[in-house]
């Protein structure tokens, strides 16, 4: 926990921000969903728009080439923007069948590109995937499924030297995460094992915190939460 972090407003007027990127320039980007706007933040400075996404953009990352990621869960798609300002199509449907609603995105050095893809509100009703994915496209276009999951995967990052990977999930059932996704089962044998290096916990609620008896005994692994809710676990332990 940072807790010497001093939190700073440097914006208002926004509807729904969203989508924060850093350019390799030293500026922020972020969306605005509802005003389906693009804006540029720099330092000392009140953000301006750069573009505007009529599809409403969501999440955002820039590649090596400076090309602008963006996910339009309206449109159920992710699609790509050169520097001139051209737009195309990167992937739209899973094995024929629409994305259920793109929401973060991020490209590694090497060109590869993940995104998540949950189903939430309205998007539920119109599902064509029976699952709620992470999704990695190749740099040829190719596309496979990283995770199937009940639950819904919301925010994406990497580590710096690219080779972690960190997945914020709007859903707390973190057993039911490590028994749908392969890539989680225990390695070599070891009872309890998980790849997992890290959970981060935004509170203490027993559906958060319970399916991570599945993983402690075999796994070391770091929890990262608010002081009070670290107080709470210490207080109630499971």
């Known amino acids: ?7 700073e407003r440097v914006a208002t007027g926004l509807q729904y921000a969203d989508g924060m990127v850093w350019a390799r320039e030293g500026f922020l980007v ?8 693009i804006y540029r933040l720099d330092p000392g400075s009140a953000p301006k728009p750069t573009e505007e996404d009529d599809n409403g953009a969501e999440g955002l990352a820039y590649d090596t080439q400076a090309r602008l990621y963006i996910c339009e869960p309206g449109m159920r798609r992710v699609v790509r ?8 199509t990167l992937v739209d449907a899973f094995e024929g069948k629409k994305f259920n609603s793109p929401n973060d995105v991020l490209v590694r050095r090497d060109g590869n590109v993940y995104f998540t893809d949950p189903a939430f509100g ?3 009703d119109a599902r064509e995937l029976d699952f709620n994915g992470v999704f ?18 919301n925010g994406i990052a990497f580590s710096a030297d690219g080779e972690h990977w960190y997945l914020i999930n709007a ?13 989680l089962h225990p390695r070599l044998g070891r009872l309890r094992h998980t790849p997992i ?42």
């Open 1 to 7: 926990v940072f807790e010497d972090v001093q939190a």
């Open 30 to 37: 972020f969306s605005d969903v509802t005003r389906k706007k």
């Open 81 to 88: 923007m050169d520097r001139r300002g051209k737009i195309e």
């Open 122 to 124: 309205s998007a539920a």
């Open 136 to 153: 990695h496209v190749n740099p040829k276009g190719e596309i496979d499924v990283v995770a199937k999951w009940k639950t819904r995967p």
């Open 171 to 183: 859903s707390p059932d973190l057993r039911q995460q490590l028994i749908v996704t392969p890539q």
């Open 197 to 238: 290096a890290g959970v981060i916990l935004t509170n203490g609620e027993i559906d958060a915190v319970a399916g991570l008896l599945s993983m402690r005994e075999g796994s070391p692994f770091t929890i990262y939460a608010h002081p009070k809710v670290l107080a709470i676990l210490k207080s109630n332990s499971i």
